[in-house]
């Protein structure tokens, strides 16, 4: 189970932070992300964090918005600094589980982040 929070309204240029907590014992062993989908589009892909801590990022976000773990508090953190009004967006955490099935997926609820210019 993940829990997203931190979302709010913020104006242009300033920042938040936000937190997606997870469950389970074996935290360390996912892959964690997070999206991000405004209405009428397609959900969006943002940062990205592996296991071993390697992060990646959209273009969009490159150099505002920095992703990490605590893998001690099983969370996973969205610094989002210089926001932009295109930036608005429900945020959501993504972990990607391994199992002897294979990969699972488990999205968080979403938090609103709203950005006023």
């Known amino acids: 189970q993940l829990q997203a929070s931190g979302g709010g309204l913020v104006q242009a240029g300033g920042s938040l932070r936000l937190s997606c907590a997870a469950s389970?014992?074996?935290?360390?062993?996912?892959?964690m992300g997070w999206y991000r989908q405004v209405p009428g589009k397609q959900r969006e892909w943002v940062a990205s964090i592996s296991t071993g801590g390697s992060t990646n990022y959209d273009d969009s976000v490159r150099g505002r918005f920095t992703i990490s773990r605590d893998n001690a508090k099983q969370t996973v953190h969205l610094e989002m600094n210089s926001l932009k009004p295109e930036d608005t967006a429900v945020y959501y955490c993504?972990?990607?589980?391994?199992?002897?099935?294979?990969?699972?997926?488990?999205w968080g609820q979403g938090t609103q982040v709203t950005v006023s210019s």
């Open positions: 389970g014992s074996t935290f360390g062993s996912y892959s």
């Open positions: 993504k972990a990607v589980v391994p199992s002897a099935r294979g990969y699972f997926e488990y």
